[in-house]
């Protein structure tokens, strides 16, 4: 017989949640434009918090790759794209100046890059990757409040999850067409239900 650390729990096989967190309900296919790449860091895979999981079962242009280090040549051939411009998702800050913006050529589709990563990781990402660091980039200006805090601490005050970064990038650069209200609608019950199983369980005989 199996011991208990050597079972596995099922996983679904969309989503690759364990089937008691399965998030395949909560996936709201949203209409866009613009392509999306993740760079996701390995320790944001594992955590059930992670809210990139949501973002890519409901976005049908999003890939999103794990890792922390990557080879120049791999690393260039996710960013760029034949006929596309790209932009990083990454504020201008002074321990990484935001180069000087390009030319850019109008009304050509867009390659949003985004990282997700705790701020220190996704700025040593930044940092050690000199391709990453020179792609034009794209700011949210007054990013919107988030509900993540009620299952993530933030060190700063105007840090959001990375999908709700993502879909306010998006409507940033899509503008009206591009409808982000069910897709935050679900997060927030994403959100809800990680909240409902961290808190403590009271015992029956102690209610």
Request: a positive charge; one cysteine or more.
């Amino acid at each position: 017989m199996n011991g208990p650390s050597t079972l596995r729990r099922a996983a679904c096989a969309r989503c690759q949640r364990p089937q008691a967190t399965c998030l395949c309900a909560l996936a709201r296919p949203t209409a866009h434009r613009t392509q999306v790449l993740v760079l996701q860091h390995p320790q944001e895979q594992r955590q059930a918090k992670n809210s990139v999981a949501l973002l890519r079962l409901s976005l049908a242009h999003c890939e999103v790759v794990v890792g922390e280090r990557f080879a120049p040549g791999a690393l260039q051939a996710l960013l760029q794209r034949p006929g596309r411009d790209t932009r990083l998702l990454y504020p201008d800050v002074p321990a990484a100046p935001a180069p000087p913006a390009p030319g850019t050529t109008a009304g050509a589709p867009l390659r949003l890059v985004v990282l997700d990563a705790t701020w220190r990781k996704s700025l040593r990402m930044l940092l050690g990757h000199p391709a990453l660091a020179a792609l034009p980039r794209l700011a949210l200006d007054a990013p919107a409040p988030t509900r993540y805090r009620a299952i993530r601490a933030a060190r700063r005050a105007d840090q959001v999850s990375t999908l709700e970064a993502t879909v306010q990038a998006l409507a940033m650069l899509e503008g009206p067409s591009f409808d982000a209200a069910p897709l935050l609608e679900a997060f927030g019950r994403f959100v809800d239900g990680v909240a409902e199983r961290q808190r403590p369980r009271v015992s029956s005989d102690q209610a």
